[in-house]
């Protein structure tokens, strides 16, 4: 019998297979469903500070109207789903009929509303909180130093107001992103969540529109987060979770040798059902079996960078092997 439990941030999971914040944890029927198929925990859609706006501030719809009315029809769509006081019940009907931690997840711009909606995150009985900061930077004035000081200050606002675990989940996008997840840690951060798959944009030729594209992952999308889990692993002092391209229960043991310590899924379970969690949970044991390996924990970080013994291979060299292997 081989055994996948694992801890996130202090928190026991009988597997390292989490549902990732989507739609599908959006509502009570669906965090039933969800449920069902054990993950090993489950991350609540985000909430986001427009839905917070709206609600509390009526004169919001008239602020958003006058500017951005494709931006405001989507807000008040959110806020039709779940408005944040049904998010706050959410969580506490969850907290009764689903066995598996309950991860809130909160995405916000001003200060104001990370720090007070934290703390009734918390009330509402969360088992932890991760925060989505991730934000595209578009404007030629801000530095890089100016963004990643932005992520530090909401963590450090957050960190000093409430006492779970915090996970803060980010873009791939930082100049060292190393350096930056130090610092992550430093402000109180529990763990990463590497990484949020930011909107894929197209182009409609003929309509001469901006597009949404490729609205799901692929596993080849995995690499990614393969090789900064395997980069930071054992390096920051926190756990690390991985996002993005989490298909099969090859992804899933892939990041585990990387050091990952759980693995979100969200496009497979789209795409493939609710039930394919299972398959996932199946696959990774059945592989275990074939090699022998009773836990996790023995695994674990194997393949990391400061584990692997050949520290060169995650850097230029692989990049010149890689040119070289190519006529
Ligand atoms: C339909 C949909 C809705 C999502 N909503 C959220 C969200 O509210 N908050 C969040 O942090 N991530 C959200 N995500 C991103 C996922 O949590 C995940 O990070 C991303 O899809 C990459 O994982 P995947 O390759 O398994 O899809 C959403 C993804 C999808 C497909």
Redesign the pocket.
């Known amino acids: 019998m081989v055994d996948l439990s694992t801890t996130y941030m202090g928190l026991k999971l009988q597997n390292p297979i989490l549902v ?4 599908l944890t959006k509502n009570e029927e669906r965090l039933r469903q969800l449920a069902d198929i054990a993950p090993g925990a489950i991350i609540m ?2 909430l986001f500070e427009e839905q917070i706006q709206a609600e509390a501030d009526a004169t919001q719809e008239h602020l958003w109207t006058s500017s951005h009315t494709e931006a405001f029809d989507y807000v008040s769509k959110l806020s039709m789903e779940v408005g944040p006081l049904e998010y706050l019940k959410l969580i506490e009907s969850a907290k009764k009929y689903v066995s598996v931690p309950v991860i809130a ?1 909160l ?1 916000c711009v001003s200060l104001k509303w990370w720090t007070d909606y934290a703390k009734q995150i918390v009330s509402a009985g969360a088992d932890a909180l ?1 925060l ?1 900061i991730s934000n595209i930077p578009c404007d030629t004035k801000h530095t890089g130093e100016s963004v990643e000081k932005l992520h530090l200050e909401i963590l450090q606002k957050v960190r000093s107001s409430i006492s779970i675990p915090i996970a803060v ?1 980010i873009g791939p996008y930082f100049s060292s992103l190393a350096n930056l997840a130090q610092k992550l840690v430093a402000c109180g951060a529990n763990a990463l969540v590497l990484f ?2 930011f909107y894929q944009m197209d182009i409609d030729l003929e309509r001469m529109e901006v597009i949404a594209a490729h ?3 692929s596993s080849s ?1 995995l690499n990614l987060p393969l090789r900064f889990v395997s980069i930071l692993s054992g390096k920051v002092n926190c756990d690390i979770a991985a ?4 298909h099969q229960g090859s992804d899933a043991l892939k990041l585990i040798l990387a050091g990952a310590k759980v693995v ?5 379970l ?1 795409l493939n059902q609710l039930q394919h969690l299972e398959k996932v949970k199946k696959d990774m044991e059945a592989w275990m079996k074939e090699h022998e390996i009773e836990d996790l924990d023995s695994i674990r970080g194997k393949l990391s960078q400061e584990q692997s013994g050949k520290p060169e291979i995650y850097q230029h060299f692989q990049y010149i092997k890689a040119l070289v292997s190519i006529d």
């Open positions: 990732a914040s989507c739609s859609k985000s997840s995405n991760e989505n989940k949020n798959r609205r799901f992952s999308e996002s993005t391209g989490v979100q899924l969200a496009s497979t789209y």
